[in-house]
């Protein structure tokens, strides 16, 4: 099959309404392009589930905080269109920002509608550090879900806060689409897949191995009986490379997001650290 590449919100909205006229059901998977086998195990689980599949490409600069890598983040369109084609996507979806958000809009909450989280779950986390970040996720995909009119949406479980917050959103404004969460997934060295690796020089490479083998570790203790979180917590540092820079360790209940002192199943442990310029996301779910 060949895959439809559509820029304009009309278009897709037309196909959608044509698709659900002869009652197919829509899988959709957001993603902000340079796709790798993380995101090619979303769309896979999408034609699974539905009858058709919508990819969004679309690198949401509200969603990027002051100094982080909006300018630099790799595009790779043709590349990404190339894998959808192969795994058989129906329709890719990629905006320009004006298209999403209008004409001359200034990209903050002074002249565009934000969807804001709860602060809770957003000052926390990767949330604490990048102000707005959240906000700016939530907005986007609600925006996308309006267009595309998904039964089910797929995301990874590296952004485990990501994850937990839209599936927040879809409750909360009572939204009918089914959030599908998807394993995360690794290279064969343990490293957690994103699109960010490619800016690891070989050092640095070696040095981000240390973050899985960092949680693994973790898991081994907790499979043998250690619960409390500051010896795990210690532990895991101690396995880390000495030239990351540790943004957060977090143990965490995946149901709730609430802080704990006591690994149980159902813990999140999650980690963010830069290595050299790039920051990176990991976690494991004990």
Same mark, same amino acid.
């Given at each position: ?10 278009? &897709? ?27 090619a195990?979303?769309? !896979? ?43 058989? &996507? =129906?329709?890719? +979806? ?23 989280p709860? +602060?809770n ?13 959240f ?7 609600? !925006?996308l +879900? ?7 949406? +797929? ?9 937990f ?10 939204? =009918? ?11 064969? =060295? ?11 020089s ?26 409390d979180?500051? &010896? ?8 880390? =490379? ?12 995946f ?8 690994? !149980? ?5 999650a ?13 494991i779910?004990?």
């Amino acid at each position: 099959m060949n895959t439809i590449l559509l820029n304009k919100i009309s278009d &897709v909205k037309k196909t959608v309404k044509e698709w659900k006229k002869s009652g197919y059901s829509i899988g959709f998977v957001p993603t902000m392009g340079a796709l790798h086998a993380g995101h090619a195990s979303l769309i !896979k689980k999408a034609k699974e589930t539905a009858d058709k599949v919508i990819v969004s490409i679309f690198v949401n600069p509200i969603q990027f905080c002051q100094g982080e890598d909006l300018d630099k983040y790799p595009k790779t369109l043709e590349e990404d269109a190339k894998l959808c084609n192969e795994i058989g &996507v =129906d329709v890719i +979806f990629a905006p320009s920002p004006k298209e999403m958000y209008g004409e001359n809009v200034k990209l903050n909450n002074n002249e565009l509608t934000f969807v804001c989280p709860p +602060f809770n779950i957003v000052d926390c986390m990767c949330g604490k550090s990048r102000i707005g970040h959240f906000d700016g996720v939530a907005t986007v995909v609600l !925006k996308l +879900f309006n267009i595309t009119q998904p039964d089910y949406a +797929f995301f990874g479980q590296k952004d485990a806060q990501q994850l937990f917050i839209l599936k927040k959103m879809v409750k909360d404004l009572n939204l =009918d689409v089914e959030i599908i969460p998807c394993p995360l997934v690794r290279e064969q =060295d343990g490293l957690a897949l994103s699109s960010r690796n490619t800016y690891l020089s070989t050092e640095e490479r070696n040095q981000a191995l240390t973050i899985s083998k960092a949680l693994f570790y973790i898991r081994e203790l907790y499979n043998k009986g250690i619960c409390d979180t500051s &010896v795990l917590f210690d532990s895991a540092i101690s396995v880390l =490379d000495k030239n990351i820079d540790i943004e957060y360790l977090e143990f965490r209940n995946f149901d709730t997001l609430d802080k704990t002192n006591e690994a !149980k199943d159902n813990t999140l442990v999650a980690i963010a650290v830069k290595v050299g310029k790039t920051r990176l996301i990991d976690n494991i779910i004990l």
